[in-house]
T-cell receptor, first 111, second 114 residues
């Protein structure tokens, strides 16, 4: 039931764009996105709900395709600070459900 | 507001011992979840507490238990420690935003079992 993320790793130059995908085999209620830097805790980026709108945060946005149980995270004009491991997290309901983290995507932005 | 705090930050224990980890959520957050993070298994959900009740539990053995107090502070206990329990244990608290909960993590407790 762990969501699968792709790609596993990506290297970008500053200013380039990237897309990270998250796919689940279960019908989803919500998808969360987090970024974790080495040695630190995951940091919440955004949450997308079933039936909700595409979300945006600075130059990072995300979408949720309910029919395909997929979510995508879009990073535009990447900055060095975007480096880290990105995780999606999924829930099948809004209460009393297990929270599953994805397999993670390592993103490295180089000058 | 102060963030999620966890104590202790680092811990070294011996196989067979037990350990208790503590988590204080963001003020006003009533939901606290615990996660285990290891290089091999990634981030795995342990359990969630809401208003002092365990609302959901992940696929971990009964050696892993938790509780939540009336002030929303939570503790996690692991009994009869095994080498494989070495991990970063993360606590997260959640706030209500419309129909969903945003989740904020504490810095974690790094547990090493020798």
């Amino acid at each position: 039931q762990q969501p699968v993320q792709s790609p596993q790793a990506v290297i970008l130059r500053e200013g380039e764009d990237a897309v990270i995908n998250c796919s689940s085999s279960k019908a989803l209620y919500s998808v969360h996105w987090y970024r974790q830097k080495h040695g630190e805790a995951p940091v919440f980026l955004m949450i997308l709900l079933k039936g909700g709108e595409q979300k945006g945060h600075e130059k990072i946005s995300a979408s949720f395709n309910e029919k395909k149980q997929q979510s995508s995270l879009y990073l535009t004009a990447s900055q060095l600070s975007y480096s880290g491991t990105y995780f999606c997290g999924t829930e099948t309901g809004n209460t009393g459900n297990q929270f599953y983290f994805g397999t993670g995507t390592s993103l490295t932005v180089i000058p | 507001k102060a963030g999620v705090t966890q104590t202790p930050r680092y811990l070294i224990k011996t196989r067979g011992q037990q350990v208790t980890l503590s988590c204080s959520p963001i003020s006003g957050h009533r939901s606290v979840s615990w996660y285990q993070q290891t290089p091999g298994q990634g981030l795995q959900f342990l359990f969630e507490y809401f208003s002092e009740t365990q609302r959901n539990k992940g696929n971990f053995p009964g050696r892993f238990s938790g509780r939540q107090f009336s002030n929303s502070r939570s503790e996690m206990n692991v009994s009869t420690l095994e080498l494989g329990d070495s991990a970063l244990y993360l606590c997260a608290s959640r706030s209500w935003t419309g129909d969903a909960y945003e989740q904020y993590f504490g810095p974690g407790t790094r547990l090493t079992v020798t």
